[in-house]
């Protein structure tokens, strides 16, 4: 097993007896964590958490599904989409922030549904959604390689976007 290790050392002042405290931290990485993106890296700590090549990032969705956002936006006869009031909770809801990512190897990764035009429809089945994550979500802090892309990682997207 091929290992990456990595030692951050973070130098305190401290008033007390004029001492300084030498803090070390050791992350082991093995290589195939890092290629799973398995959490290594965490909101403490982002800088050389991750090995050569990969990026501490927070990310939208957990790695694999899909980073939806909106989907099944209701629209008007010109294409435009209706106002938030109107939107059902799969297109940001009546006021415009449920984004929603979905879980791999289901059928809504490739064919999302609502269960109702407007307010009040929500994604269905609601097993294979869950809301983007949050920063202060331990698992939304993930190795990826290259770049962390906005947020969005390495999650794909939605073809085709919200519809209108």
């Known amino acids: 097993m091929v290992l990456y290790s990595v030692v951050s050392i973070v130098i305190k ?14 992350v082991v990485v093995t290589k195939s964590q890092a290629e799973k993106g ?8 982002t ?18 599904d899909v980073a939806a956002g909106l989907f099944d936006c209701q629209c008007d006869d ?7 009031s109107a939107q059902p909770s799969c297109c940001g809801g009546t006021k415009g922030f ?3 990512c979905i879980s791999k190897n289901t059928a809504a990764a490739s064919n999302p549904k609502c269960t109702a035009d407007g307010p009040g429809g929500v994604p269905t089945p609601s097993q294979d959604f ?8 331990l698992s939304a802090y993930r190795c990826v390689k290259d ?18």
């Open 78 to 84: 010109k294409g435009k989409p209706l106002p938030n």
């Open 98 to 100: 449920d984004l929603w």
């Open 147 to 164: 770049r962390c892309a906005g947020g969005f990682c390495d999650n794909k997207g939605l073809p085709g976007g919200t519809g209108c």
């Open 47 to 64: 800088d050389g958490a991750c090995p050569e090549g990969y990026v501490c990032c927070t990310c939208v969705c957990h790695e694999g």
């Open 38 to 45: 398995d959490n290594m890296c965490s909101k403490e700590h």
């Open 130 to 137: 869950y809301p983007y994550l949050d920063p202060s979500d």
């Open 13 to 26: 002042m401290r008033c007390v007896a004029f001492k300084i405290c030498i803090a070390v931290t050791l």
